[in-house]
């Protein structure tokens, strides 16, 4: 059984960076793409970042890129979100989820099959 965990969230003040870790345990997910999305109170799941199989292909949510960077380590099973320059408007419950093996980077949840449990990051004014 699939299992993904994430670590790495936190409090963190305005212009600040943090990194998330999604660690998989149980069948390997090397061969997956994987993704990251996050929910804001009161506001719906937004894609934020995926990331092929081999890391060598990447996408992101327009208002994020240039200042989050999304990466994995397929020898550890785990994959990143770097966040720098983080504002207020970033403050959410971070997820990491795995789609499908293969090249396709997806952007809408319900095309990803396992997810973390969220960890939580709050951006302070």
């Known amino acids: 059984q699939v299992q993904l965990v994430e670590s790495g969230g936190g409090l963190v003040q305005d212009g600040g960076s943090l990194r998330l870790s999604c660690a998989a345990s149980?069948?390997?997910?090397?061969?997956?793409?994987m993704g990251w999305f996050r929910q804001a109170p009161g506001e719906e799941r937004e894609f934020v970042a995926a990331i092929n199989w081999n890391g060598e292909k990447t996408s992101y949510n327009y208002s994020m890129k240039g200042r989050f960077t999304i990466s994995r380590d397929n020898a550890l099973n785990t994959h990143y979100l770097q966040m720098n320059s983080l504002k207020p408007e970033d403050t959410a419950v971070y997820y990491c989820?795995?789609?499908?093996?293969?090249?396709?980077?997806?952007?809408?949840?319900?095309?990803?099959?396992?997810w973390g449990q969220g960890t939580r990051v709050t951006v302070s004014s």
């Open positions: 149980g069948p390997t997910l090397s061969s997956y793409a």
């Open positions: 989820a795995a789609s499908f093996p293969g090249d396709t980077l997806r952007h809408a949840d319900y095309e990803y099959r396992y």
